[in-house]
């Protein structure tokens, strides 16, 4: 069946996607990505030899659906463009919502054979001694400002990102603010999950990107607080009360100043 035999339905079927993407990270990144066109049901992507590289989002509205397979087609996502279109057969979750749901033990026991590999993939990670590293650092950490009396920072064009999960890529921040111009790149800290600066060409284009993703939802509990960098500002990141990280925030960039034992800093 070509793709224009396909009745606009409230599910969408994306093929082309990388995958040497593990699976959680592109569910949330997809959610992320499609969030912007309506709500979102359910994601879905199994990493079934045989169904790699494909995922299923379901909108409750159709024409989030059809929105979101016209704007979004070829988009470059993890480095490949998604082929994307109306999925043939109705979402489970949809179909649980107008009574026409059967269950299908095939797809049923492929999830569950699915589930059960990433979950020894990641017991095995946990185990590894850097599985942890980023979650015990910001676990602990606090972070304050050096110099809190400039509280209305002034336009730049790099922006400050809080308030996101700790759960966030690089990759994912990147797949959400190249739509807009003038992107640059996206700079996270790893001792410091939950915020990251990304950076445009000029003060005009992050400016535009900031508007229109202030509040964004890339999980559902985590709507995003975006301002602009404070230039000139030192921040510092206290881990475990022994190491201080000093980081400048300024027209140049992100850079990191020093590590130093934090019993003998003065902040």
Same mark, same amino acid.
């Given at each position: 069946?070509?793709?224009?035999?396909?009745?606009? &339905?409230?599910?969408?079927?994306?093929? @082309?996607?990388?995958?040497? =993407? #593990?699976?959680?990270?592109?569910?949330?990144?997809?959610?992320?990505?499609?969030?912007?066109? /309506?709500?979102?049901?359910? =994601?879905?992507? !199994?990493?079934?030899?045989? !169904?790699?590289?494909? $995922?299923?989002? $379901?909108?409750?509205?159709?024409?989030?659906?059809? @929105?979101?397979?016209?704007?979004?087609? &070829?988009?470059?996502?993890?480095?490949?463009?998604?082929?994307?279109?109306?999925?043939?057969?109705?979402?489970?979750?949809?179909?649980?919502?107008? /009574?026409?749901?059967?269950? +299908?033990?095939? #797809?049923?026991?492929?999830?569950?054979?699915?589930?059960?590999?990433? +979950?020894?993939?990641?017991?095995?990670?946990?185990?590894?001694? @850097?599985?942890?590293?980023?979650?015990?650092?910001?676990?602990?950490?606090?972070? +304050?400002?050096? &110099?809190?009396?400039?509280?209305? $920072?002034?336009?730049? &064009?790099? !922006?400050?990102?809080? @308030?996101?999960?700790?759960?966030?890529?690089?990759? %994912?921040?990147?797949?959400?603010?190249?739509?807009?111009?003038?992107?640059?790149? =996206?700079?996270?800290?790893?001792?410091?999950?939950?915020?990251?600066?990304?950076?445009?060409?000029?003060?005009?284009?992050?400016? %535009?990107? %900031?508007?229109?993703?202030?509040?964004?939802?890339?999980?559902?509990?985590?709507? %995003?607080?975006?301002?602009?960098?404070?230039?000139?500002?030192?921040?510092?990141?206290?881990?475990?009360?022994?190491?201080?990280?000093?980081?400048?925030?300024?027209?140049?960039?992100? =850079?990191?100043?020093?590590?130093?034992?934090?019993?003998?800093?003065?902040?």
């Amino acid at each position: 069946m070509l793709s224009g035999d396909i009745p606009p &339905n409230q599910s969408i079927y994306i093929k @082309n996607l990388n995958e040497e =993407v #593990k699976k959680e990270e592109l569910k949330r990144s997809l959610y992320a990505l499609f969030s912007q066109y /309506g709500r979102i049901l359910d =994601v879905v992507a !199994l990493k079934t030899p045989r !169904l790699r590289g494909q $995922a299923w989002v $379901a909108f409750s509205e159709v024409t989030a659906a059809s @929105n979101a397979v016209r704007q979004m087609q &070829n988009f470059p996502f993890y480095d490949k463009p998604m082929r994307i279109q109306h999925a043939k057969t109705k979402s489970d979750c949809i179909a649980k919502a107008d /009574g026409s749901f059967v269950p +299908r033990e095939k #797809k049923k026991k492929l999830e569950e054979k699915a589930e059960r590999r990433q +979950r020894t993939e990641d017991a095995h990670q946990s185990s590894m001694p @850097n599985g942890t590293t980023a979650e015990n650092g910001g676990s602990n950490a606090t972070f +304050r400002h050096a &110099n809190p009396s400039t509280a209305e $920072a002034t336009p730049n &064009n790099i !922006l400050f990102i809080e @308030n996101l999960p700790h759960e966030t890529s690089s990759m %994912m921040l990147q797949v959400l603010f190249q739509q807009y111009p003038g992107f640059r790149e =996206v700079r996270m800290i790893e001792a410091k999950p939950g915020i990251a600066f990304v950076e445009f060409e000029d003060d005009v284009q992050s400016s %535009m990107a %900031m508007q229109a993703l202030q509040g964004f939802k890339i999980d559902p509990q985590h709507p %995003m607080a975006i301002s602009f960098a404070k230039k000139f500002l030192h921040e510092y990141v206290v881990l475990d009360n022994e190491v201080l990280i000093i980081i400048s925030v300024e027209d140049s960039g992100t =850079v990191l100043l020093g590590i130093s034992d934090s019993s003998s800093a003065d902040c």
